[in-house]
């Protein structure tokens, strides 16, 4: 069941206090750490209570649903602007409306993304410049998206090279519209967090040695990992940005249709 809007701030009260701990033990400051809220299956109510306890930050795995909630821009309490990360897995026929309405994407595994994505941003009114992350499947479980570790190194080497020559904001000859921001992972599926230290660990690594190239990488400053039940590893492992959905807004009711967010 969905929590009621004093329901959630007792929950985000009780995360804020894990994140600031977490924080506090990895010696980091706690504004390093973005709380994305996963909204996917909570109606537009929900969103708006959230917006209403200080959110900024929200995760769709579905870009229809992204469409219906984040199409129309919102503003939130400080009068920063209400930012919509695709967080799931995009078929390469969605990739337009997730470029669309998406402020970043998490989950691009390919090089035909890349390009498909640039040709969309390129072509949208006034040439909208995208963030994107690369998802690894830094846990080598075959249920999860994402480069294989094997070949998430060559992948982005390949893409500096084809980004060609670089300003100092990091703007490409090729993808002059996508900012390259960082890596995604989902840690492993154990319900032990501690599992997924070193796959957090190998994402941080690669993340900063790309980071210290420069060029097309001179934003590649986040890492997209950690939820509810692995914050805190993820978070002494240098993740910037964590995606919690249940333990904010309540149980998800999968039983609704996604065409029908505000029930």
Same mark, same amino acid.
């Given at each position: 069941m969905e929590f009621t809007l004093d329901e959630m701030r007792e929950h985000l009260n009780v995360l804020e206090a894990r994140i600031a701990a977490a924080c506090k033990n990895a010696g980091r400051a706690r504004e390093s750490v973005k709380l994305v809220w996963v909204s996917k299956f909570h109606p537009a109510e929900a969103v708006e209570n959230a917006i209403a306890l200080g959110a900024h930050d929200f995760g769709e795995n579905r870009v229809q649903e992204a469409e219906l909630k984040f199409s129309a821009r919102r503003t939130a309490i400080d009068g920063a602007p209400v930012m919509c990360h695709v967080i799931g897995p =995009?078929?390469?026929?969605?990739?337009?409306?997730?470029?669309?309405?998406?402020?970043?994407?998490?989950s691009i595994a390919s090089m035909e993304a =890349?390009?498909?994505l640039e040709k969309v941003c390129a072509g949208?009114?006034?040439g909208k410049i995208l963030d994107i992350l690369f998802q690894v499947n830094a846990g080598e479980e075959e249920t999860k998206s994402g480069l294989d570790v094997a070949n998430a190194e060559a992948f982005l080497a390949e893409l500096e090279t084809r980004a060609g020559a670089c300003d100092a904001t990091g703007r490409s000859e090729k993808f002059p519209h996508l900012r390259f921001r960082g890596l995604m992972t989902i840690g492993k599926n154990t319900g032990v967090a501690e599992d997924s230290r070193e796959c957090f660990a190998f994402l941080r690594n690669l993340q900063q040695k790309f980071l210290a190239r420069g060029g097309v990488f001179a934003n590649f400053d986040q890492l997209s990992m950690g939820m509810t039940g692995d914050l805190e590893v993820a978070i002494e492992e240098g993740s910037t940005m964590i995606r919690v959905g249940t333990a904010l807004f309540g149980e998800r009711d999968y039983s609704k249709p996604v065409n029908d967010p505000v029930r």
């Open positions: =995009v078929q390469s026929n969605k990739l337009k409306k997730a470029a669309i309405v998406a402020d970043c994407i998490h =890349v390009e498909k949208l009114a006034g």
